[in-house]
């Protein structure tokens, strides 16, 4: 009696395995079970992302920020693919610097003295190379200028812009933008600076008003966002006489004397049209 009630449960396991449906209904659970742990897992994985991004929000709350806070950071560099090779061949005219760098930023160019707004860079083969963009931003205008060759504007916020002139080829157009050190054409020639050959003429300005580039190369952004342009104007007004003090002398076959500081381009084109008027 007692080996029959031992091989009872043997028998019931017996016949359980016997039942077509059996192994079926067990291959299903543990599919089922392989199932849900898969799921458990990709869900367990991708929830450790999501936990990263969390704590980077977490640790910079103003995200949107940090663009601008990195082109702040940028450093304005020499519109040249080569800075090691360049030449500064026309300095910009500053009332602050001593006489020999004044005359370094005087341009004679049909018998009239003009201050330079900028500064001329060239190679020492003399040949046209890259000219690329001192600073990130938007190309906010492309032109040809019959004086001062091909001509890109890049607008870099904070009422900063970049001037390229002396540009003999163009290879962006307006509404472009432009990281650091990509490229925007090739330097050429023009009539304004022939005698500097195959060079760019390149501007930083503040506000609408020039500044000193070579003040500012290899200096952070920020700094020039400092720069007051209002001040250096009261203390160039101030010190305007010194003008004539350090101009050359005027060539002793023209009965002209030397023009009033001409500062952009369009007192330029003014010259130009009365001179052919005459």
């Given at each position: 009696?007692?080996?029959?009630?031992?091989?009872?449960?043997?028998?019931?396991?017996?016949?359980?395995?016997?039942?077509?449906?059996?192994?079926?209904?067990?291959?299903?659970?543990?599919?089922?079970?392989?199932?849900?742990?898969?799921?458990?897992?990709?869900?367990?994985?991708?929830?450790?992302?999501?936990?990263?991004?969390?704590?980077?929000?977490?640790?910079?709350?103003?995200?949107?920020?940090?663009?601008?806070?990195?082109?702040?950071?940028?450093?304005?560099?020499?519109?040249?693919?080569d800075e090691a090779q360049a030449e500064i061949v026309t300095k910009f005219y500053s009332?602050?610097?001593?006489?020999?760098?004044?005359?370094?930023?005087?341009?004679?160019?049909?018998?009239?003295?003009y201050q330079s707004t900028g500064t001329g860079i060239s190679m020492p083969d003399g040949?046209?190379?890259?000219?690329?963009?001192?600073?990130?931003?938007?190309?906010?205008?492309?032109?040809?200028?019959?004086?001062?060759?091909?001509?890109?504007?890049?607008?870099?916020?904070?009422?900063?812009?970049?001037?390229?002139?002396?540009?003999?080829?163009?290879?962006?157009?307006?509404?472009?933008?432009?990281?650091?050190?990509?490229?925007?054409?090739?330097?050429g020639k023009n009539l304004f600076m022939k005698d500097n050959g195959n060079h760019v003429?390149?501007?930083?300005?503040?506000?609408?008003?020039?500044?000193?580039?070579?003040?500012?190369?290899?200096?952070?952004?920020?700094?020039?966002?400092?720069?007051?342009?209002?001040?250096?104007?009261?203390?160039?007004?101030?010190?305007?006489?010194?003008?004539?003090?350090?101009?050359?002398?005027?060539?002793?076959?023209?009965?002209?004397?030397?023009?009033?500081?001409?500062?952009?381009?369009?007192?330029?084109?003014?010259?130009?049209?009365?001179?052919?008027?005459?």
């Amino acid at each position: 009696m007692r080996e029959e009630n031992n091989n009872t449960p043997k028998n019931k396991w017996s016949q359980m395995f016997k039942k077509k449906w059996f192994f079926p209904a067990l291959y299903l659970a543990v599919a089922a079970l392989l199932l849900t742990a898969v799921v458990w897992y990709q869900n367990a994985d991708s929830q450790v992302p999501d936990a990263q991004n969390s704590k980077d929000a977490s640790t910079n709350p103003h995200n949107e920020d940090a663009a601008p806070v990195m082109e702040q950071q940028e450093e304005i560099h020499m519109p040249v693919a080569d800075e090691a090779q360049a030449e500064i061949v026309t300095k910009f005219y500053s009332y602050d610097a001593d006489k020999k760098t004044q005359q370094d930023g005087i341009i004679l160019f049909q018998n009239r003295y003009y201050q330079s707004t900028g500064t001329g860079i060239s190679m020492p083969d003399g040949e046209p190379f890259d000219v690329v963009a001192s600073l990130s931003g938007e190309v906010s205008e492309v032109k040809e200028n019959p004086l001062l060759g091909n001509v890109v504007v890049m607008d870099h916020g904070n009422d900063i812009t970049t001037y390229y002139a002396s540009l003999g080829e163009v290879k962006v157009k307006e509404g472009d933008k432009l990281s650091q050190g990509e490229l925007i054409g090739e330097a050429g020639k023009n009539l304004f600076m022939k005698d500097n050959g195959n060079h760019v003429h390149f501007e930083l300005r503040k506000e609408k008003q020039q500044v000193n580039p070579e003040d500012f190369f290899n200096k952070p952004l920020s700094k020039l966002n400092e720069f007051e342009p209002a001040k250096a104007e009261e203390k160039a007004g101030d010190e305007g006489q010194k003008v004539k003090e350090t101009k050359p002398e005027a060539s002793k076959e023209s009965s002209e004397e030397p023009a009033e500081e001409k500062s952009d381009e369009t007192k330029l084109d003014e010259d130009v049209k009365q001179d052919e008027a005459k």
